[in-house]
């Protein structure tokens, strides 16, 4: 090379080195930016010639059940389940299915527990190309006869066990469509019901041809996934063929191949076991399964069959730390745990004593129209919002600020939304795609209308409400505060009930906190209340109420220290281990109704005092 040229080329190259370090100390957090670049250029690479190829969720099922038929697919209750098996009752499944003459893009309903027949039943439908509602089991009576008839679903296929017969014999006589219950030994049943393992018995187990799903389009259904039904009775969010297909991507961002094993204790109905398995299904990788979340378990679990990637979700960090230390504690092949809802206040400790090496927190709703993901291993961040990552993004993602009072997106004078500053929480939102064209929830457009937030920065455009209040720091890692409507105004200032939860665990005799919001009769506002869990073998005593007062006095504000206490026996959950408090806000802090022990805040003691039924008018007309 001629020495001019050298000059040249140096020349750029010391240009360019200058460019990277003057962006580095512009924008010092553009490093975080190449670290979640690098981690999601597979994905997305993946994901945009999986669209152009028309390479759906099931071909790709179908790819590792040719290329790789004897390899683990699925691990449970200690037993092995090949591609090649899983493939072959999946296509049993079909057979029976396509006698039935459903249109392509037809609902069929499946209630069934954590299983290998929920697995293959669903890929058995979706080879046909029609959309298959997973029915959460815990519901039952009225919410379950709705979600059924929501999903406009043709035929219900229920799994094995009593628990699930008997809720569907609840409804029996108001279901007007054929129901195939497993574990019937006979067809001839004398009733509503069809025997499944009948027909399965004597179904053929050719395959299906690929070309079936020709006429099939991105935005074909693929799944219904159901809200909790908190608030209402349960909607079911729509994932069609567009989104399976990223759904088959989340997990690269753990890095995972063909030769990981995925452990998933979560339901099968519940999005988070959807990623897990769409993600086995396009890597060739194993899951391991199990029926129920157990604690105890779980390590050993781990270890016994090599796990190396582990899902978590809510609180089910939280009561693998409350588990007595053990010598193996920390010993297992996992590297990394990959989930939502670690709270900040056992982060550290939980990733130290268990020896995991990373964590990847992200944020996330089934029905929403993006996604965030922390790669970069901050601390308590659910993901980030750079202004370079959003601008490349597909779905823009806002943080806008938040009126308490009407529980909406703040408007200015010209009627538009702003955007929050650095540390101010607000409501997360998220720019509409075209693959949401049929909308969120199947259910019409009143239903979907109420999560669309329209003209956000300019007339005409639209995104999606979250429900939820974030915050980013300085280097916009984004941090969830809380749910809107779990955050509540006192003394006309805003309380996160996640803040003040985290700042009482920070007890060492207490387990958990369930912190929420009561009204008070003539008072404006809510007033802090905390459910409050001991650890095991903790006894309660009278010391303890003056250890939380002082805590709760140096840790926070006067108007967030919680007024009321209950000292509950155990935490009320939902099924994805997430504090129930709806019908805690509705007991409040009434003795009438609140058999668990009670106590009221008193500044005159320094400390939390009994209440009862004969001290709660005294309270009452106390200042409060």
Not at 302 to 327: F, M, N, S
Request: glycine residues 8%; proline residues 4%; aromatic residues 10%.
């Amino acid at each position: 090379m001629s020495s001019a040229k050298e000059k040249v080329l140096m020349g750029l190259g010391g240009a360019a080195g200058a460019g990277i370090l003057a962006w580095r100390t512009m924008f010092p957090w553009i490093g975080y930016d190449l670290e979640m670049m690098k981690a999601g250029k597979r994905a997305s690479d993946e994901m945009a010639v999986d669209f152009k190829n028309r390479r759906f969720a099931i071909d790709m099922f179908e790819e590792q059940a040719s290329k790789y038929p004897e390899d683990t697919m699925l691990i449970f209750e200690n037993r092995i389940y090949t591609y090649k098996f899983m493939n072959s009752q999946a296509c049993k499944v079909a057979n029976i299915a396509m006698a039935w003459g459903l249109p392509q893009g037809s609902t069929v309903a499946i209630f069934f527990e954590n299983e290998p027949a929920f697995i293959w039943t669903f890929l058995g439908l979706l080879k046909l190309g029609l959309g298959v509602a997973f029915i959460n089991t815990n519901t039952r009576s009225k919410p379950l006869l709705h979600s059924i008839r929501v999903s406009d679903a043709k035929t219900l296929i229920v799994g094995s066990g009593d628990e699930l017969h008997r809720a569907i014999h609840e409804i029996m006589h108001d279901l007007d469509i054929p129901a195939y219950l497993s574990g019937l030994a006979s067809e001839d049943t004398g009733s509503k019901y069809h025997s499944w393992d009948y027909l399965m018995l004597r179904s053929p187990e050719n395959d299906i041809c690929s070309s079936i799903r020709n006429t099939l389009t991105l935005l074909s259904p693929c799944i219904y996934i159901y809200t909790s039904g908190t608030t209402g009775l349960p909607k079911p969010a729509i994932v069609n063929i567009a989104k399976g297909i990223g759904f088959t991507k989340f997990c690269l961002f753990s890095g995972m191949k063909k030769g990981d094993i995925i452990y998933t204790t979560t339901p099968l109905y519940h999005s988070a076991a959807v990623l897990a398995l769409f993600c086995v299904m396009n890597t060739g990788a194993t899951m391991l399964l199990r029926r129920r979340f157990s604690a105890t378990h779980y390590w050993s679990d781990c270890r016994e069959h090599g796990v190396t990637i582990a899902q978590y979700i809510g609180e089910l960090c939280r009561y693998l730390l409350a588990l007595p230390k053990d010598p193996l504690d920390g010993v297992h092949d996992i590297r990394n745990m990959i989930g939502n809802g670690l709270r900040k206040d056992i982060w550290i400790d939980f990733q130290k004593r268990f020896k995991v090496p990373k964590i990847i927190e992200f944020f996330g709703a089934t029905e929403g129209t993006s996604a965030m993901v922390n790669v970069n291993g901050r601390v308590g961040a659910c993901g980030r919002i750079s202004p370079l990552l959003n601008k490349l993004s597909p779905s823009k993602v806002l943080i806008v600020r938040y009126n308490p009072e009407t529980e909406q997106p703040y408007r200015n004078k010209e009627g538009f939304c702003e955007e929050c500053k650095i540390g101010e929480a607000g409501i997360l939102i998220s720019s509409i795609p075209v693959i949401y064209a049929q909308g969120f929830y199947k259910g019409g457009k009143e239903v979907n209308e109420k999560k669309t937030l329209r003209n956000v920065l300019q007339k005409g455009d639209a995104y999606f409400n979250y429900g939820d209040l974030l915050y980013k720091d300085s280097d916009h890692f984004v941090y969830f505060q809380d749910r809107v409507g779990d955050t509540f105004r006192w003394k006309g200032e805003n309380v996160s009930t996640n803040e003040v939860a985290n700042m009482l665990t920070g007890l060492d005799f207490i387990q958990d906190a369930n912190v929420y919001g009561v009204h008070i009769p003539g008072k404006d506002g809510r007033a802090g209340m905390a459910g409050i869990l001991l650890k095991d073998g903790v006894q309660f005593s009278e010391e303890m109420l003056q250890k939380i007062y002082q805590h709760c006095k140096q840790n926070l504000p006067s108007y967030a220290r919680p007024l009321f206490l209950r000292f509950v026996k155990e935490m009320s959950l939902t099924v994805t281990y997430k504090q129930r408090k709806v019908e805690a806000v509705k007991e409040g802090f009434d003795p009438a109704k609140v058999t668990d022990p009670l106590y009221s805040l008193s500044v005159k003691e320094n400390t939390y005092v009994p209440l009862t039924l004969e001290t709660l008018p005294q309270v009452l007309q106390s200042k409060l």
